[in-house]
């Protein structure tokens, strides 16, 4: 049998009509009788179609990840979960940083042979026209700068370091059950997706990002160290965006 076949009988045996079984998950009937028909066009695309297949398998009794997972047999697979670990990691910019910031790498070496030529000069007995270290602009060190590098550029939390770190929103998302979670940010890049297991945490950092969430009462979310709940309620799919001002107010 076929899963639309298999949810359809799942739901007779439990004496749930289909405005019940929409009441309880949250679907629109069109939809759970397209679905139990097998078609599952109504559903808006793949990633849609799972979390309604999971929602009611586990409303009528049956094994969400196994008829999700016939789901993608069928239609040609899910993509590949993207490893949030191998995106955000605390030395690998934000693309976004890359493109909008200057070479910090090079002015770091601008800024260091100044200081050099300075001591030089003052050693050598230079006249007081000579710039002072106190006024040399050394930039912010680049997060991808060896670390050998530190101890030249005392001036590494300065304020501009510290207003590009609060430019990203930064998203950290606990799975209190397992879930499918997807995210890309304003460009479309993928920052995530895939099912957060049981206890698992990711986190997202960019300046705006779309998250889905197939099931908004599975996780709860922190935005830049403040908590903020959970995004909607359990076996709903939710679509939630988050951008640099929001997370300025401390507010989703």
Same mark, same amino acid.
């Given at each position: 049998?076929d899963?639309?076949?298999?949810?359809?009988?799942?739901?007779?045996?439990?004496?749930?009509?289909? $405005?019940?079984?929409?009441?309880?998950?949250?679907?629109?009937?069109?939809?759970?009788?397209?679905?139990?028909?097998n078609?599952?066009?109504?559903?808006? $695309?793949?990633?849609?179609?799972?979390?309604?297949?999971?929602?009611?398998?586990? *409303? !009528?009794? #049956?094994?969400?990840?196994? #008829? !999700?997972?016939?789901y993608?047999?069928?239609?040609?697979?899910?993509?590949?979960?993207?490893? %949030?670990?191998?995106?955000?990691?605390?030395?690998?910019?934000?693309?976004?940083?890359?493109?909008?910031?200057?070479?910090?790498?090079?002015?770091?070496?601008?800024?260091?042979?100044?200081? /050099?030529?300075?001591?030089? !000069?003052?050693?050598? &007995?230079?006249? $007081?026209?000579?710039?002072? %270290?106190?006024? /040399?602009p050394?930039?912010?060190?680049?997060?991808?700068?060896?670390?050998?590098?530190?101890?030249?550029?005392?001036?590494?939390?300065?304020?501009?370091?510290?207003?590009?770190?609060?430019?990203?929103? /930064?998203?950290? !998302?606990?799975?209190?059950?397992?879930?499918?979670?997807?995210?890309?940010?304003? +460009?479309?890049r993928?920052?995530?997706?895939?099912? #957060?297991?049981? $206890?698992?945490? =990711? *986190?997202?950092?960019?300046?705006?990002?779309? /998250?889905?969430?197939?099931? &908004?009462?599975?996780? =709860? #979310?922190?935005?830049?160290?403040?908590?903020?709940? %959970?995004?909607?309620?359990?076996?709903?799919?939710? +679509?939630?965006?988050?951008? *640099?001002?929001? %997370?300025?107010?401390?507010?989703?």
């Amino acid at each position: 049998m076929d899963i639309g076949g298999d949810l359809a009988e799942a739901r007779r045996s439990m004496g749930l009509t289909v $405005g019940q079984l929409s009441a309880r998950t949250r679907i629109r009937e069109v939809i759970i009788q397209a679905i139990e028909r097998n078609d599952f066009s109504a559903c808006g $695309g793949d990633f849609y179609a799972r979390g309604h297949i999971r929602n009611i398998a586990r *409303v !009528v009794g #049956l094994d969400p990840e196994a #008829l !999700v997972h016939r789901y993608d047999e069928e239609h040609g697979g899910v993509p590949l979960p993207v490893r %949030a670990a191998s995106i955000f990691q605390a030395d690998t910019p934000i693309r976004i940083r890359e493109r909008r910031s200057p070479n910090w790498t090079m002015a770091m070496a601008v800024a260091l042979v100044i200081v /050099v030529v300075f001591g030089v !000069v003052r050693t050598m &007995g230079g006249d $007081g026209d000579t710039p002072t %270290a106190d006024v /040399v602009p050394v930039p912010p060190a680049a997060p991808s700068a060896p670390a050998g590098s530190a101890p030249d550029s005392p001036r590494r939390t300065t304020p501009l370091a510290k207003s590009k770190r609060s430019d990203v929103v /930064v998203l950290k !998302v606990r799975a209190e059950r397992s879930s499918w979670v997807e995210a890309e940010d304003a +460009n479309g890049r993928r920052l995530f997706a895939g099912v #957060l297991g049981a $206890g698992k945490t =990711t *986190v997202l950092r960019a300046r705006k990002m779309k /998250v889905t969430f197939a099931d &908004g009462g599975a996780v =709860t #979310l922190q935005m830049n160290g403040k908590n903020i709940g %959970a995004p909607g309620r359990p076996g709903q799919v939710v +679509n939630r965006s988050y951008a *640099v001002s929001a %997370a300025k107010e401390g507010r989703r």
